[in-house]
């Protein structure tokens, strides 16, 4: 009888706590369904931008690709009409999302960039992640990213620049254009590609330039390839060669990391020596900042020197006062190296790199997701949909830069070097993520004109043109011809 009682005792108890347990589930969905239905109602009863989803599958791709591949440089093309339709900021199908939000709005997207890791955060194509790693830096987040964000802002501040980068950046330029004097037909963007990897390769794992080195442009040109494309890893494909161009950079990565193990007693003073030191990072994660470091670090300014040669070919009188500029510093130095004070003293030099940066920008769109609900105007974006900040627009709108399309390094002439606080202007980006590179990338920049300038006059063997797609290039590579500049003129350079 007790037994029995007892069992009727757990029975019921039982019996009860399913109920209970299955009247709170219910209450939960119903809870959970009544949110999603008054945020949905929130949503809809807020405005999205307006724009338009294009396409079925399609979307607003290929307008958009055929504006930022035009031969008239001229990718802003796809955003005046939808500015003049919608406003600046308007709803777009890109990349295969529907729920995309590109801005042109100047101000707007200094306040994305500035609301990183609150509002909003950085959300580029999965296929990039997938290279770049799982501690890559465009794919972490958080406390992961600002430290590392701290790690690279650290090695490149602008005390580090005179101390740790003045004389290798000069050594490499002058042991690369020693050759190209013998070579005298050279694609010069692929000569800056290699001239800044060699340096980054030096700065950060110690590594000289060499046969292995050769075999490391290879693995990252097909690296880079890979980031813009779609992820379909077959062999022969151009993601599965940048997959194994990946590994083969991480192999030897790893290869340094254990060599520095093993040989302790080998003085080093490069940045992966640094990060051991350190130890508060494991190897995988400093395999993959290292990947995106290298990658970020070659690829962007060494583009931009071949840029900068392209729109002085093309604007003779910029040239000559660049020419002039750097000759009379020639005449200074002697046989001496440039310094620190040397490069800030360099005016004009200083207006030519911010308007190759506005004209020929190297990150035309930055990519954010919105972490809650965003209201802009009499809009929202919704949490979750996709922001593309396209700097490209702001920099080539007449609105901020009369006769925009035109090269015109005097438009800078009142101006510091520094960057300054404009939204209309931010080819180093802004926030928790602004370029750590920035200071080495104008002195690389500055520097290569120098020696560029003073070495070389030159003709050009084809004629060419930038796009930004896949990634910003010289579509040709920039074929010239180079001649010893021993006029001190830019007489022969033909545009
Ligand atoms: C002209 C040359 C360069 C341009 C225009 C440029 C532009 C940019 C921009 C716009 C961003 C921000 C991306 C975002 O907000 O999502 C960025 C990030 C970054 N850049 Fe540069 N960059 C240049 C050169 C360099 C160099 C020389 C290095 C290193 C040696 C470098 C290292 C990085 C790194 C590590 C990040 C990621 C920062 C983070 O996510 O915390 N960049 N760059």
Known sequence: ??????????????????????????????????????????????????????????????????????????????????????GPVFRSNLFGSAKTVVSVDAEFNKYVLQNEGRLFQA?????????????GMVTVHGELQRKLHATAVNLLRAEKMSSDFMDDIQNALSTAMEKWEDMRDIHLQHECHKIVLNLMAKKLL???PSQEMDGIYKAFKDFAGALVCLPIN??????????????????????????????PEVERNDLLTKLLKDGSLSDEIIADFLVFFLFAGFETSSTVMAFSILFLTQNRQALQELTDEHFALLKSKGNEKITWEDYKSMKFTHCVIKETLRLGNVAPLIPREAKQDIKVKDFVIPKGWSILVFLNATHLDEKYHPEALTFNPWRWQNEDHELSDKAWFMPF??????????????????????????????????????????????VKGLPIRVYPNSLQSVDGVMG
């Open 1 to 86: 009888m007790e037994r029995e009682q007892m069992y009727m005792a757990v029975y019921s108890f039982s019996r009860s706590n399913v109920f209970l347990t299955g009247l709170v589930l219910g209450a939960v969905w119903i809870v959970s369904k009544l949110w999603a239905s008054w945020r949905s109602d929130k949503i809809s009863s807020c405005k999205l931008p307006p724009g338009s989803n294009g396409w079925p599958l399609i979307g607003e791709n290929i307008t958009f690709f055929r504006a930022i591949n035009s031969t008239t440089n001229h990718p802003r093309q796809f955003s005046i009409d939808r500015e003049r339709r919608y």
């Open 123 to 135: 959300k580029y194509p999965s296929t990039n992640n997938n290279l770049v790693g799982k501690y």
């Open 206 to 208: 110690d590594l000289s």
């Open 234 to 263: 077959i062999p022969g494909s151009t993601y599965y060669k940048g997959m194994k161009a990946r590994n083969v950079i991480i192999r030897t990565i790893h290869e340094c990391i254990k060599e520095r193990r093993e040989h």
């Open 429 to 474: 980006g802004k926030g928790g993520r602004l370029c750590p590179g920035y200071h080495l990338a104008r002195l690389e920049i500055a520097l290569f004109l120098h020696y560029f300038l003073t070495k070389f006059r030159w003709e050009k063997l084809e004629d060419d043109h930038i796009s930004y797609f896949p990634a910003p290039t010289l």
